[in-house]
């Protein structure tokens, strides 16, 4: 989804890749390559200008070394380690003055917060991975010695709903949010969102995005980064940071004047940023899980002839039960319509209806 920008604005982009069947190798010059070994990431360095990332998994030590080549690399290694490590984010967060939830570093012994509470491993985990509801400490005591490492630990939130905001930064200090975002989540997956966040208080949207750009700032972001937030009795609290171009601003492509994958361009190659005013009064888009179907196209014949206005993303990914291989987005002004529509074509094309 970054080429396409990337073609438009004239600039060459190249994709290193695990192997030559990924879906950004069909629209997409290509390196293939493995991003855990330093050797294959510093020759593929030495063929670019600028890096970037759209996962966090690249080892730390990976990026430290681009760094030390010379070449340019966003986000940072000094600011990516707080999306791929949460005690190093939660810390941060602290440090910050932002609001976090009741959270500890765990490694053995009694817990401080009541049960049940939230236990995650410190890095590797996203889409509900690496996440366990703990009902007591038995439970506890087998997961740490099951993981055999740190945990953090954070109190259970009896959260109202669950609301993300995109926020960009070039590296002399410009920055730029989009509008927060209602994200909609089952089996700890995002299945929708809308944009706006409907009936929110100007003042709880403004708070969202003043932390969001309060976190850019203090981390030093370049780039495009996700805050992930749980409204609790009108309040906002931190959940997670993502520093990529994240699922929660897919909506942008159709949503808003830039789009968070072009404003991520924008950002790396220090460029002036892009609007991020909305193009419509309501967006929703809704995550494709692989199911029942294998047949993405087909479905088409159906559902463009009943709803014209509907945008496809596909990814080229094999489809599996439960992987994210698509996206589908609508704009317009009746959001219970708007919904409707997304979640029948969703439901369509995964096989969970057929009409």
């Known amino acids: 989804m970054m080429a396409v920008p990337a073609n438009d604005l004239g600039i060459p ?18 390196v293939v390559g493995d991003y855990t070994n330093v050797a294959d990431v510093l020759a593929f360095a030495q063929s670019v200008d600028v890096i970037t990332f ?9 990026i430290r070394d681009i760094e030390k ?42 817990a401080d917060i009541v049960f049940p509470l939230i236990a995650k491993l410190p890095s590797g985990g996203y889409d509900g991975r690496g996440v366990f509801v703990i009902a007591n400490q038995s439970e506890l005591e087998d997961l740490s010695k099951k993981v055999g490492g740190a945990l953090l630990l954070e109190e259970a939130l009896n959260f109202d709903y669950e609301a993300a905001v995109m926020v960009a930064r070039s590296p002399h200090g410009q920055a730029a949010t989009w509008t927060p975002v209602l994200t ?30 309060k976190i850019a700032e203090g981390i030093s972001l370049v780039g495009v980064m996700a805050v992930e937030l ?21 909506w942008s492509i159709e949503g808003s004047i830039t ?42 014949l159906h559902l463009m002839a009943r709803t014209p206005a509907l945008k496809f993303h596909q990814y080229g990914k094999e489809v599996r039960p ?27 094309m995964t096989g969970e209806i057929d009409e």
């Not at 609290?237 to 994240?246: D, G, M, T, W």
Request: aromatic share 6%.
């Open 184 to 213: 909609v989540q089952k089996d700890g997956i995002c299945t929708q969102t809308v944009t706006p966040i409907p009936n929110i208080e100007p003042d709880l949207a403004t708070e969202m995005q003043e932390i969001a750009l």
């Open 259 to 300: 789009s968070q994958f072009e404003q991520h361009l924008r950002a790396i190659l220090d460029l002036p940023l892009g609007s991020t005013a909305t193009t419509a009064p309501y967006t929703v888009m809704g995550n494709v899980l692989g199911g029942e179907k294998s047949d993405m196209f087909r479905p088409y």
């Open 13 to 30: 982009l190249t994709v290193f890749a695990s192997s030559s069947t990924d879906g950004a190798c069909s629209v997409s010059n290509y």
């Open 54 to 62: 759209e996962h966090e998994l690249v080892p730390a030590s990976v």
């Open 69 to 110: 080549s010379g070449t340019k690399v966003y986000p940072r290694a000094d600011s990516f380690q707080y999306s791929q490590n949460k005690l190093l984010m939660r810390k941060k967060m602290a440090e910050l003055d932002l609001p976090n939830p009741e959270w500890q570093e765990y490694a053995s012994g009694a």
């Open 230 to 250: 749980f409204v609790v009795g009108g309040r906002c609290i931190v959940n997670e940071l993502a520093l990529r171009p994240h699922n929660s601003g897919h």
């Open 322 to 348: 439960g992987r994210k291989i698509g996206h589908v987005t609508l704009t317009g002004e009746n959001l219970l319509e708007l919904q409707e529509e997304v979640g029948h074509a969703v439901a369509y």
